[in-house]
């Protein structure tokens, strides 16, 4: 695959993702949600964490949040660009369709996040209580502290567990509960696309 159409891949991921997130942004209270099925509804979350809305702060206890949120914006920098050098590398040497494929949904995965770390906080206002405004005159944070913006949920099983489970009886059971955006989406399928079909991404030489 050629390095342009790569970049088509990239541009139109890139495009559905920050589309949909200032849709949502723009639209939406915090917390805010429209049910499309009774197993999918939108949903309007912030996180300011990595992965299912972990800090750093939660792991390392003495750093702050915001040194927190920094640190990992800056991680999801560096990360981008080794994710980058790789797709490029790949394409250079003549690496196979299917593994560029899912360099290029996770190149633009990755990057659709980091547009919303980086500059969400320094164009839109506050969510909370309110629909919040593009390029705001109050900013809710600063360049590289900004909030992933997420809003796809699938309650696809929202029920209680029997009473005769022990520990559990009686307690909510609800599967799939976090809730993701479109740049997770080009990120998880492009990892599943070198899990599943790793002999073709990386086909052993005879």
Not at 13 to 33: A, C, M, P
Not at 169 to 183: Q, T
Request: charged share 15%.
């Amino acid at each position: 695959m050629s390095l342009r159409k790569a970049s088509i891949i990239i541009v139109l991921v890139l495009l559905i993702d920050q589309i949909s997130k200032v849709y949502i942004k723009t639209n939406f209270v915090l917390g805010e949600f429209v049910e499309v099925f009774s197993w999918f509804k939108i949903l309007f979350i912030e996180n300011e964490g990595a992965a299912w809305g972990t800090k750093i702060s939660d792991i390392i206890p003495f750093v702050s949040d915001e040194a927190g949120k920094l640190s990992l914006t800056i991680f999801r920098l560096i990360a981008i660009c080794g994710i980058g050098y790789w797709l490029y590398s790949s394409i250079k040497n003549g690496g196979t369709k299917t593994l560029i494929w899912a360099q290029a949904l996770i190149f633009a995965g990755a990057l659709g996040n980091i547009i919303d770390s980086v500059f969400y906080g320094l164009i839109f206002d506050e969510s909370y209580g309110q629909v919040a405004t593009l390029f705001s005159d109050n900013p809710y944070s600063s360049l590289f502290h900004g909030r992933v913006v997420d809003m796809l949920y699938f309650p696809l099983i929202d029920t209680f567990w029997p009473e005769w489970v022990p520990w559990l009886g009686g307690k909510s059971l609800r599967f799939f509960e976090p809730v993701f955006n479109i740049a997770d989406t080009a990120i998880s399928t492009g990892v599943g696309i070198l899990l599943v079909f790793n002999k073709k991404a990386f086909p052993s030489e005879e």
